[in-house]
């Protein structure tokens, strides 16, 4: 087991510019979330993803955000024309169907920190 | 909307003394989970909380789960350095699905 795992860590950017995170859950964890985390602030859903199907998308998650999660397995976040309010700590989340996935335990990777110039 | 509130906001201590977390809702959780999380991090869970007036005790934390399942406390006897952080608590009102998390309680232990 060798945790939820997300890339790039660090990500700066020119506002306008597009980027995409990448986020690789414990393997066999069918359940995916992505939060968003601003300084001094818990984090805040934004979506969240069964297998391959999204069953649940935030209204903070506006027209320029996207994600996917093709096969099952891992998932992009893909942010268009950024702004300089998206500058934050992006954080996905996984847990089993069962077992400890039964108490809604979500066991997080280590964030990717965006910061939009 | 669930919202969680949690107190204190910032707590800074000296190691050795006693402190309590609260976090408050007036929505009913199915399970309420604590978090600790470092400077770049992601959140690290330490606990899960399922059962109206559930207690839990990992080492010197002891999480307790409100009777109502709206309102939880963690509490931390002889604090260390190493215990510095930032606690967060989440709630889920179903099995699955978003967890809702409080703002945060920033602790600071001093040596």
């Known amino acids: 087991d060798t945790g939820v795992s997300q890339d790039p860590r660090h990500k700066i950017t020119k506002r306008g510019q597009n980027v995409t995170f990448r986020c690789d859950p414990i393997?066999?964890?069918?359940?995916l979330y992505w939060y968003r985390q601003t300084l001094g602030q818990g984090p805040e859903f934004l979506t969240y993803?069964?297998?391959?199907?999204?069953?649940?998308k935030s209204r903070l998650l506006s027209d320029r955000f996207s994600a996917e999660r093709p096969k099952g397995s891992f998932s992009t976040l893909e942010i268009q024309r950024t702004e300089q309010g998206d500058s934050a700590m992006y954080l996905c989340a996984s847990s089993p169907q069962r077992g400890s996935g039964s108490k809604n335990e979500q066991f997080f990777g280590p964030g990717t920190r965006l910061t939009v110039l | 909307t669930q919202l969680l509130e949690q107190s204190p906001q910032f707590l800074s201590i000296q190691e050795g003394e006693n402190l309590t977390v609260y976090c408050n809702s007036s929505?009913?959780?199915?399970?309420l989970q604590w978090y600790r999380q470092e400077p770049g991090e992601g959140p690290v869970l330490l606990v899960t909380?399922?059962?109206?007036?559930e207690v839990k005790k990992l080492k010197r934390l002891t999480f307790q789960f409100g009777d109502a399942r709206k309102d939880s406390s963690l509490h931390i006897t002889a604090a260390q350095p190493g215990d510095t952080g930032l606690y967060l608590c989440a709630g889920g009102v179903t099995s699955y699905g978003k967890l809702t998390f409080g703002q945060g309680t920033i602790l600071t232990v001093h040596p």
């Open positions: 909380v399922v059962t109206g007036g």
């Open positions: 929505s009913v959780f199915s399970s």
């Open positions: 393997s066999e964890h069918n359940r």
């Open positions: 993803f069964q297998n391959e199907a999204q069953l649940e």
